[in-house]
């Protein structure tokens, strides 16, 4: 759909420096040398202009369906975009979960803990293995092919696929459940957090020029009603295509 974090907790949204890839774990190296490891903690300065102001300015518009989306359509998994030598996965985790543990690579995450997952509220071990803790696409893959993705070139799915913005270490039962849902079919149980998804969301679709359903975007009118004066989280820097020397199908 990152070493361990600095001060967490204001927003739990993309790191605005390294990272970026998807799918399984794991070290995957590159041809190109080592950057630095990925960004400590989360972004504590939000973009300009309020939730409300860039909902209204997103298309609204009916699905497109989903016929014709195949996940291989995004890229391969948990590839290493950014060229830090370690895949996103393990930059995610390194990024969200607290007292992480690394394994000799100095990459592969082999526990840590989630603390307030973002999606149930609760306290989540994280062991490499038999893991709790999933990487979440805020925005579905699923989701975008229906909102504009299956229009787009390989490079600016893939980058989708492997934008921190985009991604999001959560528990995993809740995540399942949320399966390629958007906001007008499913909000996190943790209503402390519904503000800040929602956000989050259409912080990605604006960067990405997605659209959302009527339905969606009454959905995500009905949560900022409960918090007008809600931020954007920045965009971060990663770009919305993929280097070249990723691939996927047309």
Known sequence: MSAAPAPRRTLRYATPLVVAALLLGGCAL???PASEKPGEGRPSSPSAGGA???LAKLTVRESGGKEG???RKF?????DIDGNRCSTRNDILQRDLDDVKLADDDCTVESGTLTDDPYTGTTVEFTRG???VDIDHVVALSDSWQKGAA???PAKRIALANDPLNLLAVEASANRQKGDSDAAEWLPANESYRC????LQIAIKQKYEMWVTPAEKQAMSGV????ADQRLPAPGEAPTEAPDRFSAPD
Do not use: H, Q
């Open 30 to 32: 590159e041809d190109d």
């Open 52 to 54: 409300v102001t860039a």
């Open 130 to 132: 038999r893991s709790k």
């Open 196 to 199: 800040e998804y929602v956000a």
């Open 224 to 227: 900022l009603n409960t918090c």
């Open 151 to 153: 229009d787009w070139a």
């Open 69 to 71: 989306y195949d996940r």
């Open 75 to 79: 890229g391969s998994p948990w590839a």
